[in-house]
């Protein structure tokens, strides 16, 4: 009896020769399975069904995790206004995760022997996919022929050439993942560090030359208005954000960081929504939190980004960290409205119930109503004692100071 085999199918050049080598010179019998988190339209995934069957699949599925990927991580990374190194919204690479965890359940709902998928011995995808098999698939062999192999795109092609699959895949110079969060831009002037994207590297392209507001509502954190208009469906908030902010170039950046495999990684990325609500979002909790929220939240969020980047999703304390940031919730609900203009984008004001601006205690730089003219100048004698107390113990500190400022 055959061995069954799943494969993580995205339809590109590496699963779909996983698929084929598999079934023919291996004899597995081919689960392949496609988890969607967003990023494929319905005539890609239609496709994908198409060619899973004639590389010899015995079945295909695509399994929709967009809702489960939202509601376990992406409002988390909302409420944590999570950039890494605060420049990448972590949006592809976050999906991954919920890509593995999808396709793990599936292997032991099928009885699979094995979980296969495409990722090289280069980057970071290869930890997320076998990580989380390893830890939801235990005893499951894991199999990546592109890894293990060291396969060339050119081998790759003519193999499946020669097998009587011809789907053109072109070597082009950049290579996409589009996801719900945002879309990461590799290859071309990416891999030389003294270069920049060019326009035409951009998916989406700006069509849009003046300028225009846009006002994003939130209720404890989470989006849900766009424009006035209500949404219950959060995936389609977001897509509504950036169908309208995508045409002014919003959102495009290269980020530069740590892999998790050691060496230092470039990624273009476009991410209008993403990149637009949490700065939404953000300026919101500035009115609605208090000084200690943001900054406790702050410590905790970073760590949450770094370890949904470094494929530490399911260790226990991201659960810690879930219900400290939701908690810190409650009263961050309100509107923020954004000017958008090609390529930028910017705060224009927030209106909520909980603006900690608005308070009976004072107006800044205005007037005074919680404390007299007294009140003040005790508070800021008191609040001096230590440096004073500091420099009349080291009189010759004080006096360098003097001649240094």
């Not at 929709?64 to 990448?88: F, P």
């Not at 593995?100 to 011995?121: F, L, N, P």
């Not at 890894?147 to 699959?165: I, K, P």
């Not at 959102?251 to 998790?260: A, E, F, K, L, N």
Request: proline share 2%.
């Amino acid at each position: 009896m055959a061995k069954k085999v799943v494969v993580a199918y995205s339809g590109g050049l590496d699963t779909s020769f996983t698929v084929m080598y598999l079934a023919k010179e291996k004899g597995y019998e081919v689960y392949a399975a496609c988890a969607d988190t967003g990023g494929f339209s319905a005539e890609q995934l239609k496709k994908n069904e198409e060619n899973a069957y004639k590389l010899g699949a015995v079945k295909y599925v695509t399994i929709d995790v967009t809702g489960e990927y939202y509601d376990k991580s992406l409002r988390y990374m909302v409420y944590g206004n999570v950039l890494r190194n605060g420049t990448y919204p972590i949006s592809v690479s976050s999906e991954r995760i919920f890509q593995a965890m999808a396709i793990a359940r599936y292997a032991k709902e099928v009885g699979a022997d094995a979980i296969a998928h495409g990722s090289t011995g280069a980057g970071n995808d290869q930890v997320r996919f076998d990580m989380t098999f390893l830890v939801m698939a235990p005893g499951v062999e894991i199999i990546t022929l592109t890894r293990d192999m060291a396969l060339t795109r050119q081998y790759e092609v003519d193999y499946l050439n020669a097998h009587g699959f011809s789907a053109d895949f072109k070597k082009l110079k950049y290579s996409y993942n589009v996801g719900l969060w945002g879309t990461s831009i590799c290859g071309g002037e990416i891999l030389d560090s003294a270069l920049g994207l060019p326009e035409q590297a951009y998916l989406k392209q700006i069509s849009e030359t003046g300028s225009e507001s846009i006002k994003i509502g939130f209720d404890k954190g989470e989006i849900c208005s766009v424009n006035g208009e209500k949404f219950t469906d959060k995936i389609a908030a977001i897509r509504r954000v950036e169908e309208i902010a995508a045409p002014y170039g919003i959102g495009r950046d290269i980020h530069v960081g740590d892999t998790i495999i050691g060496i230092k990684g470039r990624v273009g990325f476009e991410a209008a929504a993403s990149m637009l609500i949490i700065a939404a979002h953000k300026y919101l909790e500035k009115f609605t939190l208090s000084k200690w929220q943001q900054y406790w939240k702050d410590q905790v969020a970073n760590w949450y980004g770094m370890f949904l980047h470094e494929s530490q999703y399911m260790e226990p304390v991201m659960r810690d960290i879930e219900a400290m940031l939701e908690s810190s919730q409650r009263n961050v609900s309100g509107e923020v409205e954004m000017l958008l203009r090609p390529h930028c984008f910017e705060a224009v004001g927030v209106v909520s119930s909980n603006d900690l601006v608005k308070n009976k205690f004072g107006e800044y730089g205005e007037m005074q109503k919680g404390w007299t003219s007294e009140d003040a100048k005790g508070f800021i004698k008191v609040s001096s004692t230590a440096l004073r107390a500091y420099y009349a113990c080291h009189p010759d500190e004080a006096a360098k100071m003097e001649k240094e400022i």
